[in-house]
């Protein structure tokens, strides 16, 4: 697995793997996730893949694979039908900075955000989320339209 390093991290210092490039590209092309969840490796100082959810998943499932007291950064696909009864899906990219979770976390992923949202191009709406209700999928619902 190559991970590339650009100038521009040089901000916060954190390297994107490539597979997160890559499959947010799968996510967007051909719909072969309905989420995908990112963590920061603090060791390595890269964000990398956690978490890839199956097209047949449902919002509950992504939320559940959220950690209640650890910072993501996470993106759905979510589908939904317009008041002119078009199907239509929007890519979200959720910011997840739980209440408890450790400030140093909290500050790594807040002064990283900027930088690895512009690596994944064709983001339509962003969240940030400090607890569940912020992101519940009535939220969703509202942000989509």
């Not at 509950?60 to 899906?89: H, M, W």
């Amino acid at each position: 697995m190559c991970v590339c390093i650009l100038q521009a991290n040089a901000a916060s210092g954190m390297a994107i793997d490539d597979d997160c490039k890559l499959k947010f590209l799968e996510l967007k092309a051909k719909r072969t996730y309905r989420y995908i969840i990112y963590k920061i490796d603090e060791k390595s100082k890269h964000v990398v893949v956690e978490k890839l959810g199956e097209p047949t998943l449902s919002y509950d499932d992504f939320t559940a694979g959220l950690p209640s007291n650890e910072c993501r950064y996470a993106i759905y696909d979510f589908d939904f039908v317009t008041e002119e009864n078009c199907q239509k899906s929007k890519i979200f990219f959720i910011a997840w900075s739980p209440d408890i979770a450790r400030v140093r976390s909290k500050m790594l992923y807040a002064s990283s955000k900027e930088r690895f949202k512009r690596e994944l191009d064709g983001i339509q709406v962003e969240l940030q989320a400090t607890d569940p209700t912020e992101m519940g999928l009535d939220v969703i619902r509202g942000r989509a339209n």
